[in-house]
């Protein structure tokens, strides 16, 4: 595990710094959490097949649970 602090004296968006460090590295495998479309875009844009996006949704949590809803009730 190595975690990389760049902070906001250095020159760039957060996103853009971090698909620098991907493309610079392309041997490793990512795991990123993030909510940004932004994020998502660029992270499916490097074309690599060893980067992991967690993406955590409320919808998601809603239609599941109104479809739970629904298949009790009937």
Not at 46 to 53: F, H
């Amino acid at each position: 595990l190595e975690i990389i602090f760049s902070p906001s004296s250095v020159p760039a968006e957060g996103e853009h710094k971090l698909l620098q460090y991907i493309k610079s590295n392309p041997e490793y495998s990512y795991t990123i959490y993030g909510l940004d479309a932004d994020l998502i875009f660029l992270m499916l844009a490097t074309g690599l097949n060893n980067i992991y996006l967690i993406y955590y949704s409320h919808y998601f949590l809603y239609f599941y649970n109104l479809l739970h809803i629904i298949l009790i009730i009937f």
